[in-house]
């Protein structure tokens, strides 16, 4: 590879693997690592390292010669699931304290998960309905409340205040009177956060959520992702480090909130699909990530991908939109074990270290890659391409010690329980997914380490019929990010209320709140390094009406009231029906260098030359067969492989039963039906 292309870096960090995925001119290439949980930055230059070695390129050199990075990170989650943040101190308003620790929330995770009730102080202090301040902050009263949080070990603090949603003059000039007293030149609180930084949205309990949430991991994503930047640019990365989003896009890491990036590389994974999505025009598409710890489940329908207006972090729900991402305790590395006559595996994982028994690190608990070693589906030689070799008696001795011997039979038929148990686990998660869909008109985009080694099993058992997989299947979350645009979303509290027979909304003000809008994103957007005219908008308004709360797309300039009403048509259940028109969102996106789908020539059905060898499987109903094993990087597109077979890849291992078959389409992607 010469030093002449121009290349497009993006990062996943999973709970067991880190992968890159890597395109340029001629073609794109992919790498994985293993995630060093105690610090993420070290498996993101892993990945770095490994991709330049893998191009016959100095790090240095590639990075020189590296246009974009995307990286997507669960920092956030793991310094949320791990408790590892800083102590948190939070201001609230006079008699909302004891509402921040509701019962029911605090039962299971809740604001006493990540902070004391001892850290959290209420000042004296009022905005009305209307966003009037009635009582000012008192500077004697604000510095009380955070000294005495001091005292108590609060290393942050964060303010959240009643009504600011409408008027943020009193949280805004609470956190200056902090900050005048405790320059950052002290060793005080060097941070104040307040809570219109994060959320716009009018509900107090679920924006002070947000920001305590966000005050939570904010520190330690600072600090690694700049480290990260830091590292790429002091060797040679020019531009900046682009940070994934749970919404959807990217964003530079100086203009990242932090909870923006929670569970972004499952999302990742979900808008790769959508682009799959695209490109095929598919109406219904799931997009199942079968990874070491777990399978995540995304759905899109009719080209939009379903998100969630009010996730919940913690328990806590917060003012953040995600994708949303269905997960369930079926991975490689989820746990099996045989209880009364039944198999059970997961939801426990041995993760990457020890990680399965087969791993030879030390773990003795017999997991689903374990079982797949044991069937034949995986060559212990040829595990990730040859780069990390398995030992199969230890993945048959903890098969036979805790589910074979304890059912009284045999290893093989022991090891075929614990597959059928976690695909039958995922095709009922599929099932609860896709309601009253007729899961015959739905396809899988099947990805993850062990999405192909199972995607026909589980799809069988859901009833679908068709499942896509991507060369990079492994990496494919890795890929999703690669399809990414940088986008940021504005939000402004707007609160009328109106009916279809009688609209009522304030033309001037919204008008005034979406030109703000459009002059703050683009303000940002030129930070970001967009000029004007690059930038795209999209606007909408989260409605609270009988059905819930929904997004729907509005115009960017009303004249009269009536205007809204086509708008509003679509969530109303009564024209009488009262709908609260909550929030008005801008969307802004600006365009960075995105992966771009390349058709080739079909070749023929003939797949013979990909044929490497053959060897002995377990299949259902069978048993023992020798069974042919094809080279996935030798199979062009058109040739078509009839099960029973077993694909190998260097990433991963494609196992298609009878009945089903394996075709390369144009865009060299799997295409498997039965």
């Not at 009380?144 to 008027?167: E, P, Q, W």
């Amino acid at each position: 590879m010469t030093s002449q292309s121009k290349y497009y870096v993006s990062i996943d960090t999973g709970g067991t693997f880190t992968d890159g995925y890597v395109s340029y001119p001629e073609g794109s290439t992919t790498v994985k690592v293993p995630t060093t949980d105690h610090d993420l930055t070290v498996c993101f230059r892993n990945c770095i390292e490994k991709a330049a070695e893998s191009l016959d390129q100095s790090t240095e050199g590639f990075l020189v010669d590296t246009d974009v990075i995307r990286f997507s990170t669960t920092i956030g989650t793991n310094t949320i699931i791990e408790r590892s943040g800083p102590q948190v101190g939070m201001i609230v308003s006079e008699g909302r304290k004891d509402d921040l620790f509701d019962a029911e929330i605090a039962s299971d995770g809740g604001v006493a998960a990540l902070t004391d009730e001892s850290l959290v102080a209420s000042i004296d202090e009022r905005v009305d309905a209307h966003g009037e301040v009635v009582d000012p902050v008192e500077r004697a009263d604000i510095l009380d409340a955070a000294k005495t949080l001091m005292n108590r070990g609060a290393k942050l603090l964060v303010i959240s205040l009643s009504n600011s949603f409408y008027n943020t003059e009193n949280e805004e000039r609470a956190r200056r009177i902090i900050e005048t007293e405790y320059p950052p030149h002290y060793l005080g609180p060097n941070q104040v956060l307040t809570a219109n930084e994060v959320s716009s949205r009018p509900g107090y309990l679920a924006r002070s959520y947000t920001a305590l949430i966000n005050a939570y991991i904010h520190r330690p994503m600072a600090r690694s992702l700049y480290r990260a930047e830091d590292d790429v640019r002091d060797s040679g990365y020019a531009n900046p480090l682009l940070i994934g989003q749970s919404a959807g896009g990217v964003s530079g890491v100086s203009k990242t909130v932090a909870l923006h990036t929670y569970n972004s590389g499952p999302v990742a994974g979900v808008l790769g699909a959508k682009a799959f999505s695209d490109l095929y025009d598919l109406d219904n598409v799931l997009s199942t990530d079968m990874g070491g710890t777990s399978i995540d489940i995304g759905q899109i329908d009719d080209g939009t991908v379903e998100r969630n207006l009010e996730p919940s972090v913690t328990n806590m729900p917060v003012h953040i939109p995600m994708v949303n991402v269905h997960t369930a305790g079926a991975g490689g590395g989820s746990i099996a074990s045989a209880n009364n006559g039944t198999v059970t595996v997961g939801p426990e994982s041995a993760g990457a270290e020890p990680g399965p028994a087969c791993y030879d690190l030390g773990g003795y608990e017999p997991t689903t890659t374990d079982a797949d070693v044991a069937l034949g589906y995986i060559d212990p030689d040829y595990f990730l391409g040859g780069d990390q070799e398995l030992n199969a008696d230890r993945a048959r001795d903890a098969v036979e010690r805790a589910v074979a011997d304890p059912l009284d039979i045999s290893i093989a038929e022991a090891a075929l329980r614990v597959r059928e148990t976690v695909d039958q686990n995922i095709a009922d998660s599929i099932t609860d997914q896709l309601g009253d869909t007729d899961p015959e008109d739905v396809t899988l985009v099947a990805y993850g380490g062990a999405g192909p080694m199972h995607c026909c099993s589980f799809a069988e058992k859901a009833g679908v019929r068709q499942v896509i997989t991507a060369p990079a299947a492994a990496e494919f979350s890795a890929f999703g990010g690669a399809t990414l645009d940088v986008e940021h979303r504005y939000t402004a509290a707007f609160g009328d209320k109106s009916t279809l027979d009688e609209p009522s909304v304030d033309v001037r003000r919204y008008n005034n709140v979406v030109e703000d809008l459009k002059a703050e994103a683009t303000q940002d957007m030129r930070g970001e390094g967009f000029e004007s005219e690059e930038i795209t908008f999209d606007l909408t308004m989260l409605v609270r009406s009988d059905r819930g709360v929904e997004e729907i797309s509005i115009p960017s300039r009303i004249e009269r009231a009536g205007d809204l009403a086509d708008t509003l048509d679509s969530v109303a259940s009564d024209p009488e029906e009262i709908i609260d028109l909550d929030t008005i969102v801008l969307t802004a996106v600006g365009p960075v260098a995105t992966e771009k789908f390349s058709e080739e020539d079909l070749q023929g059905e003939d797949a013979s030359h990909a044929q490497k060898d053959s060897r002995e499987a377990y299949w259902p109903e069978d048993g023992w067969v020798e069974t042919e094993v094809y080279q996935r990087e030798d199979l062009e597109p058109g040739n078509e492989v009839v099960g029973r077979a077993i694909i190998e890849a260097e990433d991963t291992t494609y196992v298609i039963p009878e009945s089903w078959a394996f075709e390369v389409d144009q865009y060299n992607n799997g295409i498997i039906e039965r």
